[in-house]
């Protein structure tokens, strides 16, 4: 069966950082994406990052502008674990931060929610000034 699950999320100040984790069983997958959905907003892409040796115009992975420079994606070893690193934390990177996941097979790149095959149950962050 195939399973998301993030951890890591919580309370940190402004400024601070997090790292949040997804493990990923089940089957293999052809990129893993970061997204985040704050109350009334509609879901927004993060980040993502490739599975195993594809690119996309040579790039594994790619961010929102909004992140850029202060979020990285990185993945273990196995490649069954991807990281949120968040770093430089502020205010309005509150949000339930989910992880999603393509199938094998599907490698275009695209930052569409709807395009995502598989979802963990999020995790929240809270950032204090």
């Known amino acids: 069966q195939v399973q998301l699950v993030e951890s890591g999320g919580g309370l940190v100040q402004a400024g601070g950082s997090l790292r949040l984790s997804c493990a990923a069983s089940?089957?293999?997958?052809?990129?893993m994406g970061w997204f985040r959905q704050a109350p009334g907003k509609e879901r927004e892409f993060v980040g993502i990052?490739?599975?195993?040796?594809?690119?996309?115009?040579?790039?594994?992975?790619y961010y929102a502008d909004s992140v850029k420079g202060r979020f990285t994606i990185s993945t273990d070893n196995a490649k069954n674990t991807v990281y949120l690193q968040m770093n430089s934390l502020k205010p309005e990177d509150t949000a339930v931060y989910y992880c999603?996941?393509?199938?094998?097979?599907?490698?275009?790149?695209?930052?569409?929610?709807?395009?995502?095959?598989?979802w963990g149950q999020g995790t929240q962050v809270t950032v204090s000034s």
């Open positions: 999603a996941a393509r199938k094998s097979g599907d490698y275009a790149l695209t930052f569409d929610p709807s395009m995502y095959d598989y």
């Open positions: 089940g089957r293999t997958f052809s990129s």
């Open positions: 990052i490739s599975v195993g040796s594809i690119t996309w115009s040579g790039k594994s992975t």
